[in-house]
Every structure is written in C-alpha cells, then in structure tokens.
C-alpha cells in the first residue's frame, strides 16, 4: 500500500512537472491583459511613475514624445485635477499580438472631467515582459 502511494504521488509530481514544462507560463494575451489592468489601475490610483515604469524605454507617438515628456504631462495633467474621477474601459478592447514582436490594443475608452477619447496602445516585449511603446489618442 505504501509502496503504491509513493509510486502515486512520484507519478502526480512527475505529471505537475511536465505540465508546467508544456505550457510555458501566461500566454501573451494574458500577459497583454495584465499591463492593461495595471496601465488602468495606475491612472485611476494617479499613480504616474507607476504608469510610467510600465513604458518602454523607446517609447515615442506621433506627437514626438518620449517616455520622460509622458511622465511630464501626466504630471501636469495630475496638477490640473484632470484625473480626478476617471472612468476607464476595457470592455471593448481588441488585443492582437502582431508577426513583428509588436502587439495593439484599441478602443481603451478613457472619460472623465468632460472629456472622452480612446486610445490605442502598441506594446514591445523586451527581456520577457511587455511595456508600451506608444499610445495614440482620438477624440480628445
């Protein structure tokens, strides 16, 4: 009986073991989710260097900024009282990992002190973790 148990419990450790080997961990959607919980958590929370350490170190937008002029407006923008009240969406957002190593994310739907816009986000992997390597906003 003893012997049947530890023959059990080896085979059940063996099987955990090769489950953990086959899946690899979080898959990239999954991973993609999480940063935008915490893109959202941190702009709820004013959180800004929180936000900004969820940037890429190359981030740039059409506007010509940088991940230092990021935390600069948003520091401002938390100055002026904008992100008091913030509601923020992800209700509707289309995640797709794209063949280049990018990944996008639109319809990030962002209202709040009388305004709404939507922004789309794109993402980079960089040493296996996923930041934000630009964000373009409409309707602003």
Do not use: H
């Not at 990018?102 to 996923?130: D, N, P, R």
Request: hydrophobic share 40%; charged share 20%.
């Amino acid at each position: 009986m003893k012997a049947m148990l530890k023959i059990g419990v080896s085979f059940m450790f063996v099987l955990s073991l090769l489950g953990c080997q086959t899946t690899g961990g979080p898959s990239d959607e999954t991973l993609l989710t999480e940063l935008l919980n915490s893109v959202r958590d941190s702009l709820m929370a004013q959180d800004i260097d929180g936000l900004v350490a969820l940037y890429s170190e190359n981030y740039s937008d059409s506007q010509g900024a940088n991940k230092a002029a990021v935390r600069e407006g948003l520091a401002g923008i938390k100055a002026s009282g904008f992100l008091e009240g913030l509601e923020i969406s992800l209700e509707n957002v289309e995640l797709v990992v794209n063949d280049d190593g990018t990944a996008t994310a639109t319809q990030v739907q962002i209202a709040g002190g009388g305004f709404s816009l939507t922004q789309t986000y794109t993402f980079v992997k960089e040493e296996g973790s996923w930041l934000v390597l630009s964000a373009e906003t409409q309707g602003f």
